[in-house]
């Protein structure tokens, strides 16, 4: 009777050291789940209201178009290092293509305080 418990470990060893030094197969890695930050949008648009940019920063890809709308009574500008609205009246917008990644800073020429923030993917 005790020959089956050696048998059986027997086969037990061989079943185990087959599995684990069988033919080498593709390892299957278990990958960390995708990310599922989408993509930047290639469009964006920035409301000037009550003295501000919103929202003050934003994200787009790379060759992407920010459209600023101008809703207050008041003139302002969207001025950055390479680009410049000249006033804008209530209503009148401006749109501005950013071909190249990066961090743009801009601000209203007319008020200090005004601040905003585009950032290039
Ligand atoms: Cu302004």
Request: aromatic content about 10%; hydrophobic content about 35%.
């Amino acid at each position: 009777m005790k020959n089956i418990w050696v048998i059986g470990f027997l086969v037990f060893v061989v079943l185990v050291s087959g599995c684990t030094s069988g033919p080498a197969e593709p390892q299957q890695k278990a990958t960390p789940p995708k990310q599922t930050t989408p993509p930047p949008p290639a469009t964006a648009e920035v409301r000037i209201e009550n003295f501000m940019f919103y929202p003050p920063e934003v994200v787009i890809a790379r060759g992407g178009t920010v459209k600023w709308s101008n809703k207050d009574t008041d003139t302002h500008t969207v001025t950055g290092g390479d680009f410049d609205s000249g006033k804008l009246g209530q209503g009148q917008t401006f749109s501005h293509t950013f071909n190249e990644a990066g961090t743009y800073d801009y601000w209203c020429t007319i008020h200090a305080s005004m601040r905003g923030k585009i950032i290039v993917k």
